[in-house]
């Protein structure tokens, strides 16, 4: 057992995982959080009210008139910007897929206590905005930064600290040219509970990097301890493991479920004949290469269209000829690292990065 | 014990209200559909993506280029309307609360097996689109008439039944004025959550009359028995009960919790001092007249402000001196029927219509 950075024990999430069934607390997250419902993988671009979320605290209220965003730290000019100045920045526009970086959990066995995500916590959209380096050369890094920090303006307590919610990226990360500061989603102002008016969007991360509701920005020399960053989204293996942070998406696909639900027990029915499957599959890591689609147990390698962007999800699709019965439907992904989705469960702690397959029940009739 | 109308036995929804933990389905509905998060109750308009949403079944693709309402039965013309035409004929905006008529049924005991509402399965949006009352006078109502049925493109399987989403309106209800067909949220395209390309919004009715998705309007000389009316959206005491349907939105008002949050339990923790506590009421069934905090169990009324159309939330506000120590908030609304907020549930086997009062806990600081 190690001991966490700084000292703290604390942990990200009250109790341990448990084996019982949901609690009162799961539910209030999954009625205020929301996934996009799996259909919504026809779609290249994810409408926003169908992207998922995940907001830790309370949606906040935004003055725009007194709004702006600040930019210090370890920097030779300290800078201030409205809405209208961020505007006037050169922009780029990028096709991004961002999933939450719990999305899975309630899947895993023990289950951790937090929100109970099934498969469905990811969405895709078009984010505009200024590149992060753009601003950071305007403002000048110091040779020694190591860190930069975003603070947003969203706050409460979480394991007992009270904060606003912040992250950093390492300096490096935090100069690519692809790191937008966005204004825009789907070429829209950005709904309140997206981050309006301004928030960080990291491609390629899990969603937690992404932070909403900007206020600051502190380029840093020392490495960020916040609660986000040094105790919550960290690969753990028990609460005194001080663990590996929760970085790159890694690699998954999935499925619209074909044929019509069942409304209670979501199962599927499909007519028997040809039925073409299709879907998504994205990673962080690595460029996705390879999809297959296993049909009770046996696997077979769909085919995949081209991504929009290097970090936009890539369709995928493959005909089926459906016949009466019971079948289990599943896909898994490849990227170039050469990752592929597990077909077991990789638990740990906090219930971080589960991709494991997805797998669909369906009757043929 | 009676029987259903038309012999049927069959029960909206599988297995016996339980007093046991919530279950996978409920957890798996709960993933799909969302609530209002209570902060939004700050706003008069409801962005597209924080408005609840509940869809029995699969969100439909819709070909726009094959699309078309038709609009038959007991009339003297059928019609078929494109998108293009809808959008020709006279038009009205009209600012309308919608509530799920399942909204608090996660709070009844014993709890009835369905989409696991808590209080926030609401929203306000306007919607802009063609009277129904003028359509229907195009299309020229036969003498015979009792009701309008409305088919949405949406299907699966509920209780057993494979269908269509389908509901009805009494004829005197559908020619009234205010009951649009919706091609505009909030100014823009219907997403495709909430209806793509055309949907019903019945104001005052809870929003399972609001038909989405819309393909066929009929008009019925005797009354209509589908799934969604004969069985679903009934208050019934137990699975054998035929009922009473489900119409007008009950009084209620809702509370935006004060404070900040805690990521996992919610409890709210407050400063102490002067706060502005602050919400919305609203009533399908007569307008708001009244609305009352408690604090710890104490009632004073609360400011009203005018709503923005018969049919929308009024907001209110009472300021309260927050003193150090732990608190329970409450507030009640009562409407021009006299109708008020019940103080504990009033139960019903589908878990419909449960208006009990909102208590938030609070820890002042």
Redesign the interface.
């Given at each position: 057992m190690k001991t966490p950075r700084n000292g703290r024990r604390l942990t990200p999430?009250?109790g341990e995982p448990s084996h019982?069934?949901?609690?009162a607390?799961?539910?209030?997250?999954?009625?205020?959080?929301?996934?996009m419902?799996l259909?919504?993988l026809?779609?290249d671009i994810t409408?926003?009210?169908?992207?998922y979320?995940l907001?830790?605290?309370?949606?906040p209220?935004i003055d725009i008139e007194h709004w702006h965003l600040r930019i210090g730290g370890a920097v030779e000019r300290a800078v201030e910007l409205n809405l209208k100045a961020l505007r006037r920045a050169p922009k780029i526009s990028i096709p991004v897929t961002l999933e939450c970086a719990g999305n899975g959990r309630?899947l895993l066995r023990p289950r951790p206590?937090?929100q109970?995500?099934?498969l469905?916590a990811v969405g895709t959209a078009v984010w505009t905005g200024v590149p992060l380096a753009y601003l950071l050369a305007q403002a000048g890094v110091e040779d020694d930064a190591v860190e930069v920090a975003f603070t947003g303006a969203d706050?409460?307590?979480?394991g007992g600290v009270?904060q606003q919610f912040a992250r950093s990226l390492p300096i490096a990360e935090a100069l690519r040219p692809d790191i937008v500061l966005a204004y825009l989603m789907n070429g829209n102002e950005l709904?309140?509970?997206?981050g309006y008016p301004l928030r960080l969007v990291v491609p390629g991360w899990y969603g937690m990097a992404s932070v909403k509701w900007l206020t600051s920005i502190r380029v840093l020399t020392k490495p960020f301890d916040g609660f986000q960053q040094a105790v919550a989204y960290r690969y753990q293996q028990d609460a005194n493991d001080v663990g590996t942070p929760v970085t790159w998406i890694k690699v998954r696909s999935l499925m619209v479920?074909p044929g019509?639900?069942?409304?209670?027990?979501?199962r599927r029915?499909v007519r028997a004949g040809p039925v073409m499957l299709t879907g998504r599959a994205w990673s962080g890591e690595g460029a996705v290469q390879r999809v297959e689609v296993g049909i009770d147990g046996k696997w077979a390698p769909a085919q995949l269209e081209h991504p929009a962007a290097p970090f936009a999800w890539r369709a995928w699709s493959m005909p089926w000829v459906a016949d009466a019965g019971d079948h289990e439907l599943a896909c898994r992904a490849t990227d170039a690292t050469g990752a592929v989705q597990p077909l077991e469960q990789v638990w740990n702690y906090q219930g971080m990065g589960n991709n494991v397959v997805q797998r669909i029940k369906v009757t043929v009739e």
């Open positions: 999430h009250p019982g069934p949901l609690t607390e799961e539910l209030q997250l999954a009625v205020r959080n929301h996934s419902p259909e919504a026809r779609n409408p926003p009210g169908l992207h979320l907001n830790h605290f309370d949606i209220f309630s206590l937090s109970p995500w099934q469905e706050s409460g307590i979480q009270r709904p309140p509970q997206h479920p019509v639900p069942d409304f209670f027990t979501r029915i």
